[in-house]
T-cell receptor, first 113, second 115 residues
């Protein structure tokens, strides 16, 4: 059974610092991994999708890497801003499913001015 | 930009009552999903729907739950007889044609409170 873990559970950094968020998964039979942002009491906003054949994906200040064989993904957010404060979730799509996503518990990020 | 729309944003219901949560997925998407998030817990998969039928469901999705796409645009989740433990945020999601290289887009959620 797939288990998705995100470490740390919470993170506080001063504005301008780079953020590094980790996601690990136990079953490498995935076809993609997706990173989301969730603001308190709100929905999930998709940030990046990495297909299993890719090693990296970039969007603006965001960069996500994927090492499928070791079951790890890392989300880097460069030059953090207070507006980056949110919970970041990773989710993996299993090869034996119809697009079902298995979520981690998230990393709660606070960027202080 | 196209988005997934969910209504209502918040619903309060008495235990034992039926509720219907509504979603309008992005128009050219083919795969539809319901997830839920109990306060303080992980987002959990409930059900996937493709080609007008359920393609996969979790253990949570028992006989009290049903889904429907009645008119080609709406996608609904019905809970027949709500329990206190059904209180959660319910998210609808949709994906475009292929599973591998398309993102899942989520709605803003419906907060269901069972009293």
């Amino acid at each position: 059974k797939q288990e998705v873990t995100q470490i740390p559970a919470a993170l506080s950094v001063p504005e301008g610092e780079n953020l590094v968020l980790n996601c690990s998964f136990t079953d490498s039979a995935i076809y993609n991994l997706q990173w989301f942002r969730q603001d308190p009491g709100k929905g999930l906003t998709s940030l990046l999708l990495i297909q299993s054949s890719q090693r990296e994906q970039t969007s603006g200040r965001l960069n996500a890497s994927l090492d499928k064989s070791s079951g790890r993904s890392t989300l880097y957010i460069a030059a953090s801003q207070p507006g980056d404060s949110a919970t970041y979730l990773c989710a993996v799509g299993q090869t034996d499913s119809w697009g079902k996503l298995q979520f981690g518990a998230g990393t709660q990020v606070v960027v202080t001015p | 930009e196209p988005e997934v729309t969910q209504t209502p944003s918040h619903q309060v219901t008495q235990m034992g009552q039926e509720v219907i949560l509504r979603c309008v997925p992005i128009s050219n998407h083919l795969y539809f999903y319901w997830y839920r998030q109990i306060l303080g817990q992980k987002v959990e998969f409930l059900v996937s729907f493709y080609n007008n039928e359920i393609s996969e469901k979790s253990e949570i999705f028992d006989d009290q739950f049903s889904v429907e796409r009645p008119d080609g645009s709406n996608f609904t989740l019905k809970i027949r007889s709500t329990k206190l433990e059904d209180s959660a945020m319910y998210f609808c999601a949709s994906k475009q044609g292929t599973l591998v290289n398309t993102e899942a887009f989520f709605g803003q959620g419906t907060r269901l409170t069972v009293v």
